[in-house]
């Protein structure tokens, strides 16, 4: 085959390099800022979900009532507990930086005592 | 100035290396970023997951609720929180001496399901630490016995005599003695057991049909009812774990010759003995025999229900709720039935060995081995006998033992029982005439 080159010019071969240099660059960015993101998202929302379990399950256990805010690091936890005449009622709230990651509800029946 | 390009054979070929390179680098890259997305739905999944348990949990006293609001309802749609549509859907079925509901919760595509046993409300004469069961025995402390609580006597007081030849203490009893009057004993619903129990023998709608034998108990491992005709023995070389919550109605006696271990809310009816020669384990299972079960070891619980004999023995552990019911039989105008509790058997839950129908008279007792221990209650219309441990409540009609030369009745000797060391919340299986309040007796995730 004949090859004819001007002077200055790029070959093909060297601009497909060149693309592919930059594909490569871009899309790993991507891929590291998306991994960097999206690991710290499974861990936040993991942690979430822990921490409405545990703040859940804390007012279940001591048939907490009334609204609670607590803070633990960068968490901010929103507990509300209801007595109801029939029934207790939460709701647990987790936020970070005012996004609201994870939320629990739950409802506990006041069973009557039996009359005799 | 545009500059123009004729490829050679020396570039085509690093093109073509690149355009590989770049290819296999994409699929790399695009492996990492799915594996990301994975573990990111994987967490969302766990979330909607979470959320779906805690709804059935809601569910679960949703139903509770509308269960002691209207006993007739069948189960259904139950909405659980005011301001949204989240709800659950809720099975009832009617499961010996318990209601049993199956509470389906899904989030999105997360899908828990929790299934609940009902009894109900404990009764107050349960607080008791003894209870006799017959208004008109005079009952008297002997022995080493030892008893911690409220004693409900027809007389309202102990008869005071000491065990002739005994050079021992004349019992103990600490705390209050209170007359007993027929209208404070339970009132039972016996009828509603029975009735149950006469279905379940003449059950046979399995699915599959199958002659007894000696069979691998594999065999029998499927979730559709199988009916098996003739005496059948289940062996297996090794340890049988099964992997559905079988259905057996066995026209004819069981055998169980292998240790095996079964899915939670199993069923084995069968109209002749259930033998069981090695351990088993189980969650929720309820067996019954038109004849006698003989367990030998292991840990379960669950409904023991028989007609003429309940022999638990070996290093057996029943667990809380387990209800181990005998219905009594007659013969030749007397009433018959046996439960024996072997030296290392413990019950944790109750034990109901109800009064006699035709007020025949009584032969069937209950015994104790020495070391056997009941922790709930213990239902016995019938006469007991044997080295009595229970921590929880004591009924019985009578007591016997023999010392030489003669039969000793209602002498209450060597009996231990002590409510307080009974774990709480404690309730009852339905077994009164009123079966509300309706409680939570247990619950599991299916």
């Given at each position: 085959m004949v090859s004819r080159v001007e002077e200055g010019g790029f070959s093909l071969a060297e601009v497909s390099i060149a693309l592919a240099l930059w594909v490569i660059l871009i899309l790993g960015a991507a891929g590291i800022l998306w991994r960097v993101m999206s690991s710290e998202e499974v861990q936040r929302n993991s942690i979430a979900q822990n921490l409405a379990v545990r703040y859940l399950s804390r007012a279940e256990a001591g048939l907490v009532v009334g609204e609670e805010r607590f803070v633990e690091g960068n968490w901010q936890i929103v507990r509300k507990g209801t007595s109801y005449t029939r029934s207790w009622y939460w709701e647990v709230k987790v936020f970070r930086a005012g996004k609201k990651y994870f939320e629990l509800k739950s409802i506990q029946y006041r069973a009557p005592v039996f009359e005799e | 100035m545009a500059t123009f390009s004729i490829i050679t054979a020396k570039d085509a070929n690093s093109l073509s290396s690149i355009l590989v390179f770049m290819t296999l680098l994409l699929l790399f890259i695009a492996l990492v970023l799915g594996v990301f997305r994975f573990r990111i739905l994987q967490v969302k999944q766990d979330g909607q997951k979470l959320q779906a348990y805690y709804n059935a949990k809601s569910g679960m006293q949703r139903a509770l609720e509308r269960l002691n609001d209207s006993p007739s309802w069948k189960g259904g749609r139950l909405s659980l929180f005011s301001g949204d549509t989240t709800s659950v859907w809720v099975e009832r079925k009617l499961y010996g001496?318990?209601?049993?509901?199956?509470?389906?919760?899904?989030?999105?595509?997360?899908?828990?399901?929790?299934?609940?046993?009902?009894?109900?409300?404990?009764?107050?004469?349960?607080?008791?630490?003894?209870?006799?069961?017959?208004?008109?025995?005079?009952?008297?402390?002997?022995?080493?016995?030892?008893?911690?609580?409220?004693?409900?006597?027809?007389?309202?007081?102990?008869?005071?005599?000491?065990?002739?030849?005994?050079?021992?203490?004349?019992?103990?009893?600490?705390?209050?003695?209170?007359?007993?009057?027929?209208?404070?004993?339970?009132?039972?619903?016996?009828?509603?057991?029975?009735?149950?129990?006469?279905?379940?023998?003449?059950?046979?709608?399995?699915?599959?049909?199958?002659?007894?034998?000696?069979?691998?108990?594999?065999?029998?491992?499927?979730?559709e009812p199988i009916s098996v005709i003739g005496d059948v023995v289940l062996h297996a070389d090794s340890t049988v774990r099964l992997k559905h919550p079988i259905?057996?109605?066995?026209?004819?006696?069981?055998?169980?010759?292998?240790?095996?271990?079964?899915?939670?809310?199993?069923?084995?009816?069968?109209?002749?003995?259930?033998?069981?020669?090695?351990?088993?384990?189980?969650?929720?299972?309820?067996?019954?025999?038109?004849?006698?079960?003989?367990?030998?070891?292991?840990?379960?619980?669950?409904?023991?229900?028989?007609?003429?004999?309940?022999?638990?023995?070996?290093?057996?552990?029943?667990?809380?709720?387990?209800?181990?019911?005998?219905?009594?039989?007659?013969?030749?105008?007397?009433?018959?039935?046996?439960?024996?509790?072997?030296?290392?058997?413990?019950?944790?839950?109750?034990?109901?060995?109800?009064?006699?129908?035709?007020?025949?008279?009584?032969?069937?007792?209950?015994?104790?081995?020495?070391?056997?221990?009941?922790?709930?209650?213990?239902?016995?219309?019938?006469?007991?006998?044997?080295?009595?441990?229970?921590?929880?409540?004591?009924?019985?009609?009578?007591?016997?033992?023999?010392?030489?030369?003669?039969?000793?009745?209602?002498?209450?000797?060597?009996?231990?029982?002590?409510p307080s060391a009974r774990p709480t919340p404690f309730d009852l299986p339905l077994i009164t005439e009123d079966k509300r309040p309706y409680r939570i007796l247990t619950w599991y995730q299916e």
């Open positions: - | 001496g318990v209601e049993r509901l199956k509470i389906h919760s899904k989030v999105r595509n997360e899908r828990v399901v929790l299934i609940a046993l009902l009894g109900t409300a404990k009764r107050k004469l349960l607080d008791a630490a003894f209870v006799s069961a017959d208004i008109r025995t005079q009952w008297t402390l002997a022995g080493n016995t030892e008893i911690e609580g409220t004693v409900y006597l027809p007389a309202g007081n102990w008869n005071q005599q000491v065990l002739p030849n005994d050079g021992r203490l004349p019992g103990r009893h600490k705390g209050k003695v209170r007359p007993l009057k027929a209208s404070e004993l339970l009132k039972l619903d016996v009828e509603f057991l029975q009735e149950q129990f006469n279905q379940n023998l003449n059950q046979q709608d399995g699915s599959t049909r199958i002659e007894g034998g000696t069979i691998k108990p594999e065999l029998l491992d499927q979730n259905n057996w109605f066995i026209d004819g006696s069981i055998t169980l010759a292998s240790e095996v271990h079964f899915m939670p809310g199993s069923r084995i009816f069968c109209t002749g003995n259930l033998q069981v020669i090695d351990q088993i384990f189980a969650q929720d299972i309820w067996m019954q025999s038109g004849k006698q079960i003989t367990l030998s070891g292991g840990l379960m619980n669950g409904q023991i229900w028989a007609k003429e004999k309940i022999n638990l023995k070996g290093n057996l552990s029943l667990t809380y709720p387990s209800f181990v019911y005998l219905t009594g039989y007659e013969y030749n105008r007397k009433r018959f039935g046996e439960i024996i509790l072997g030296n290392r058997v413990s019950v944790d839950g109750w034990i109901f060995y109800p009064p006699n129908p035709k007020r025949q008279d009584d032969v069937g007792f209950l015994k104790f081995e020495s070391g056997a221990k009941v922790r709930g209650a213990v239902l016995n219309y019938n006469r007991t006998e044997g080295e009595v441990w229970i921590e929880g409540t004591f009924l019985t009609a009578g007591f016997s033992f023999y010392e030489s030369p003669q039969y000793y009745l209602n002498w209450l000797r060597d009996v231990r029982i002590f």
